[in-house]
């Protein structure tokens, strides 16, 4: 298990070649080549696979946290998890057969603009993941994995919930979610009648849930088995 707050651009799993810099800037660039079969048998040809729990759950209440953040620091000095430069990065990927989540809380109980997220996975600019898998695979034992990459913010208030953010500049064609596995993204809320004391015009009460977020115009296919899901708290407005 791989655990954090995940606050403060911090995630809990971050690869990014300007967090180590030199005299004459950021090191880098990043290549995670892909394992072979001598290495994993069972999904060899990942370069990046998780088949534990990742969370990024901060202790106080308000703070947007974050599981995975990948991203490059520029053209030359990209992130690539696979073989290959920014522009021909290929093969390798990204596997999930366990478990990735955020998770954030909230606890006004007045009209606040803040909006609390929660992001499980982000590839910023300059990275490039080939693929991105996510599967619950059989233990041998009469279950499976949870093959999950989930996002969550709960509590008194609104928020946002990204699964998976590509940002612009980033570059992932292909996601497939295996049969069992799941994308998920919920805001939960007890707050389910809100008046004017918690809710008003300047500062609206917001609950937004989103799966798949692209931005770079770079994810052409999507295989879904499984479950892609995006859910907020039904809401009865209140009275004044």
Known sequence: MLSGNGVNGNAVVRIDPSIATTSTGARGPI??????????PIDPGYS?????????QPTDA????????????GPSLYTCLGTGDFTTCAGGGLLNTGSITAVATTNVTTASTQLVNATAFTLGPYAVVPRLDVKAETTGIGSTTPGSISALVTGTGGGLANAIIISQGARLPVINVGAGAS??????????????EVANSAAPFNMVAVAIN???ST?????????????VRAMIPGLD
């Open 31 to 40: 290549n995670i080549g892909p394992l072979s079969a001598d290495i994993d």
């Open 48 to 56: 990046f696979l998780n088949r534990g729990t990742i969370i990024a």
């Open 62 to 73: 308000q703070l947007n946290s974050s599981a995975i953040f990948i991203q490059g620091a």
């Open 183 to 196: 994308i998920l993204a919920t805001v939960e809320t007890s707050t389910i009648s809100p008046t004017v």
């Open 214 to 216: 692209d931005s770079s």
């Open 219 to 231: 994810l052409t296919k999507i295989n879904n088995a499984g479950t892609i899901r995006a859910a």
